[in-house]
């Protein structure tokens, strides 16, 4: 049985599929995704799964071969990836940033072409689309924003407990 | 002596880890695959941020550095669970009350502060973004470029009165253009016209004739799958369509009507989607409160 169970964790931890995902605890792989089906094998906590898809109230994830399992969702928690990989480096290196002058100084820009031209068609609107120059400063600002990887995982966190409280609320919101 | 031996061995293990992690960022590693991979992605990241440079000059920018965070770390987060989560995504807010977003290559995102402003939750914020970031997962105007159709750009010589006498054909024009297009898309061109009139086109999709109807439900679908893989709740972009569809005296979705399919024919499509993932039994987090805390600084 112990064999059965390291085979199928290394199955699914080798599978780049869709989404990884983390055992929270010691969880049961199901056949369906019903609470009453019959349980496949389990898993201990932290090992990693990759998930497709969300059905009902459970995760479909990847097993041997074309075959899939269902885990209760509330069993598995997001896994922010450590490390990106060598294209996906060079993918985001692509993106030049830039710097352009104060940006705090910047709170709202305004379009010119909206105020001092007819808009009221749409043929108009693109016309003035393409034939005004690009503002790349303005694009620079947005491409230098930096995204904090903990504010991101903090999304993740703060769903999972919203979600826990619906679970299980608590005494005082009963 | 021991200790020598001990800072010896410090010391190579750093400059082991330091030559991992440069060759790991470095793109003379790449295999030749990943590399025509990420030829074709700064192409398209130029003809992206060129679009987005004529919509940020069309509209204005909305610019608070607390809200654009907000919607950044949560077009982010979903993205993490969409198919294309290598890429970095960008995202941006226009200032104008229609309610829209753009996706275009390169993976920017834009919505609008219309479109922010007539959302109740984050849910319905993160299904709006994951809609767009179906968009670009599935090149949808990326692949739709090379197919130039006769309105989508203006041929300065048919207009421009000194260049009259050297008019040509619409047709001729159009062919043309579509395969400069491709030239430059299929990398046997460098960034020139052929970049510029990509973006051009890209526009004219975007604002003009719309995607496809059969990509819009795509991207409804998809969209809706990787929000509630991120744990948003399913019903989510299904309310904000309705409300939109409730309210249409008052919001303006003039241009979300014109490029898209029928609200109605969306919500209905999604019903399907929602059936199909057994969205009723889909325990979901909406984030409403973190989401009205940030809208309290939505202001102009």
């Not at chain 1, 003035?128 to 924003?145: C, D, T």
């Not at chain 2, 021991?2 to 800072?7: A, E, I, M, P, V």
Request: proline share 3%; glycine share 6%; aromatic share 10%.
């Amino acid at each position: 049985m112990k064999t059965l169970v390291l085979c199928c964790l290394i199955v699914l931890s080798s599978h780049a599929l869709c989404r990884e995902m983390l055992t929270k605890d010691f969880v049961s792989i199901l056949a369906k995704p019903e609470s009453s089906s019959e349980t496949l094998f389990k898993v201990p906590k932290g090992r990693t799964l990759e998930c497709r898809d969300r059905i009902g109230m459970f995760w479909e994830v990847k097993l041997e071969g074309d075959n899939w399992g269902y885990v209760r969702f509330q069993d598995l928690t997001y896994k922010m990836k450590s490390e990106h990989s060598n294209l996906s480096q060079s993918l985001i290196g692509a993106v030049q940033t830039h710097t352009d002058g104060d940006l705090s100084a910047i709170h709202r820009t305004r379009s010119t072409a909206a105020s001092s031209r007819d808009l009221s068609s749409k043929t108009n609107a693109l016309r003035i689309l393409q034939s005004n120059p690009p503002n790349f400063r303005l694009v620079y600002i947005i491409e230098a924003h930096r995204i904090s990887k903990s504010s991101v995982e903090a999304f993740g966190t703060e769903l999972e407990e919203e979600i826990a409280k619906k679970v299980s609320p608590s005494p005082s919101s009963k | 002596m021991t200790r020598k031996r001990s800072f010896l061995c410090l010391f190579i293990l750093f400059l082991c880890g330091a030559c991992y992690s440069y060759l790991k960022k470095n793109e003379e590693f790449l295999s030749e695959n990943e590399r025509k991979e990420l030829e074709a992605y700064k192409r398209e990241v130029s003809i992206g941020r060129d679009m987005v440079g004529r919509l940020f000059q069309f509209y204005g920018a909305y610019f608070n550095d607390k809200v654009l965070s907000y919607v950044s770390d949560v077009g982010n987060y979903v993205a993490q669970f969409s198919d294309a989560n290598e890429r970095r995504f960008i995202f941006g807010i226009l200032d104008t009350d229609s309610v829209h977003a753009f996706s275009t290559p390169g993976s920017y995102i834009l919505v609008t502060y219309g479109a922010l402003a007539n959302m109740k939750n984050e849910a319905e914020l993160a299904m709006f973004l994951a809609h767009e970031i179906a968009h670009v997962d599935k090149k949808h105007v990326f692949n739709a470029l090379p197919n130039i159709e006769k309105d989508d750009l203006i041929d300065v010589q048919a207009i421009d009165p000194l260049l009259k006498k050297r008019q040509r054909n619409p047709g001729t024009f159009t062919l043309e253009a579509g395969e400069q297009i491709s030239r430059y898309l299929s990398g046997a061109e460098g960034p020139g016209i052929g970049m510029v009139r990509a973006s051009k086109v890209g526009l004219a999709i975007l604002f003009h004739r719309g995607m496809s109807a059969e990509q819009e439900y795509e991207a409804d679908r998809f969209g809706t799958q990787f929000a509630v893989r991120a744990n948003y709740d399913p019903y989510a972009l299904r309310n904000f369509l309705t409300r939109l569809e409730k309210n249409r005296n008052s919001v303006d979705i003039k241009l979300l009507e014109t490029t898209h399919p029928p609200l109605l024919d969306r919500i209905r499509a999604l019903d399907e989607e929602l059936q199909r993932i057994h969205a009723q039994d889909i325990l979901a987090a909406k984030g409403e409160a973190r989401f009205l805390r940030m809208m309290e600084k939505l202001r102009r």
